[in-house]
């Protein structure tokens, strides 16, 4: 049930379109962010040249391509998948595949990977090893990912590349998301054992339709802003064309400006810490149009 895609076009032929994301492809690098708000992030697109680990002539995502991983440390990579369908009023997508090919060196302690996903609700980032959001993790048709328990990455030594996969179904949120924010982020602990971290040349996506009569199209968003609150500040990730600038002005529930800042291609982070727990309206704007997102600064 979790092995494809369904896209079912106008004539109404089906076609099973799992989606590939190739990491040596800079198109396809497009669809995953860096996330370089967070201090030292250590994830980078590049040839790596770790003897004993991966000696590679071509592009991968990995955590640095030299370097063994460092103590202490939070790198993620930021992406976004939107569930679309024909007819605006039906939403058939109720399930979600994410696989990794990927090779890995940690220590079993604490030190690994994990997905994890922006809860919309608490406005804050909730390990994906159980569920995303509506979505439960289908143990069965996941593989590969040994850390089922909510708090575990995936750690340990896999010398050769394979699969890894977390499948994700449940027949009673039929319409219920349109979209989910996504991340891996890599970690470690404060004991120094010299291994050479990650290393992911593909990324697969697969989604599915259950029932009859509609369409699903699962595809990463490029074409607007992710934004969310982390820590004291706000993340905001532009995605438009690289010469864009766009203006960013925060606002309290009054309708009372509280910042004004200036958002470019690419992450920004704004400082909010000094500002009173609440709701406030975030609003970029630009010759395209007008982005707005209302989010909750608290502990």
Known sequence: MYDSLVYIDTNGMSTQTPIVFDMSNPADQEYFVIDTSQVNNIWQYAKVNKPGFAQL???????????????????????????????????DFISLGITVHHK??????????????FDTYSQTWLPGTWSLKDLVLNKDSSYNWGAYY???????????????????????CKGSIDSVLLR??????????????WLIDSIMIEANQFSTGGFIECKLAQNDY??????????????????????????????????????????NSIDVMNLPYG????????QAGVYTKKIFIGK
């Open 57 to 91: 002539n071509s592009i991968a995502l990995t955590t640095d391509s030299v370097a063994n991983y460092p103590v202490n440390d939070t790198s993620s990579i930021l992406f976004k998948i939107v569930f679309s369908t024909m007819n605006t009023t039906l939403h």
């Open 104 to 117: 890995y060196q940690t220590d079993t302690l604490h030190d690994g990977l994990r997905l994890e996903f």
């Open 150 to 172: 909510i708090a575990d990455p995936l750690s340990g030594n896999q010398s050769a590349f394979h699969y890894s996969r977390l499948a994700y179904g449940y027949p009673g």
């Open 184 to 197: 891996f982020t890599f970690v470690s602990d404060s004991i120094q054992n010299n291994k050479a971290g």
């Open 226 to 267: 992710l934004s969310y609150l982390d820590g004291g500040h706000i993340v905001v990730n532009s995605l438009l064309q690289e010469n864009r600038q766009s203006d960013f002005t925060l606002f309290d529930m009054m309708g009372r400006e509280m910042l004004i800042d200036e958002v470019h291609y690419g992450l």
């Open 279 to 286: 709701y406030y309206i975030v609003k970029i704007k630009n």
